[in-house]
């Protein structure tokens, strides 16, 4: 019996702070496992994950990006192809969060197109020092500005891992949506131009 081909393979790109836990959420996402100590992602790992989604089989690709905002002439090859992207930010640490605003630069100057999922994690942690109306005020700065959904969940990889599993669903549903939206627009055009 063969294997069912992928109707699309998803590109997600993962980018966000040293330490604000982007590889753990992954390895939740994928194995159900919490790393027992912290090690850097350098440059990067490149994850694959088989979903279905709204009767469509997808081949997901997960591109988790080193925190060190730099890597120059390797950034582009990272950025592009990304159809959806995930930021991460430590609820206990503001450096974290306020460096969202540069991730969301850097997308802009490679794939500004797309979905964004803006991940607060770490949410277990009592000592939590960004506020909710910090948080309120950035995404509706952003979304002036980002043209596509930003969508924003708090998580802790620690945690559920089907609270940890609604993060990538979400973004991947909305990803999705947008693809077959526009495989629709693509269709009327040409049925409009074979009328002719």
Not at 15 to 21: P, V
Not at 69 to 90: E, H, K, N, T
Not at 91 to 98: G, N, P, Q, V, Y
Not at 109 to 126: A, F, Q, R, T, W
């Amino acid at each position: 019996m063969t294997e069912q081909r992928p109707s699309y393979i998803i590109k997600i790109i993962m980018l966000g702070y040293t330490r604000a836990g982007k590889t753990a959420l992954l390895k939740k996402y994928l194995n159900n496992t919490f790393p027992s100590k912290y090690s850097p992602t350098q440059p990067m790992n490149l994850e694959n994950k088989k979903m279905e989604v709204k009767g469509e089989l997808l081949q997901v690709a997960i591109w988790d990006i080193g925190s060190q905002m730099g890597y120059g002439s390797l950034l582009p090859m990272y950025y592009r192809g990304s159809l959806g992207a995930v930021i991460v930010f430590d609820l206990t640490d503001r450096k974290s969060f306020h460096l969202i605003d540069g991730w969301v630069n850097e997308l802009e100057k490679y794939c500004s197109h797309i979905p964004l999922m803006i991940v607060g994690n770490k949410k277990d942690l009592e000592n939590r020092k960004v506020k909710q109306n910090e948080i309120d005020q950035l995404l509706m700065e952003l979304r002036k500005r980002w043209r596509e959904p930003i969508i924003y969940k708090e998580t802790s990889a620690k945690g559920d891992r089907s609270e940890v599993a609604t993060i990538f669903e979400t973004l991947v549903s909305c990803i999705l949506d947008k693809i077959l939206l526009l495989e629709e627009y693509e269709d009327e055009e040409e049925d409009q131009i074979t009328s002719i």
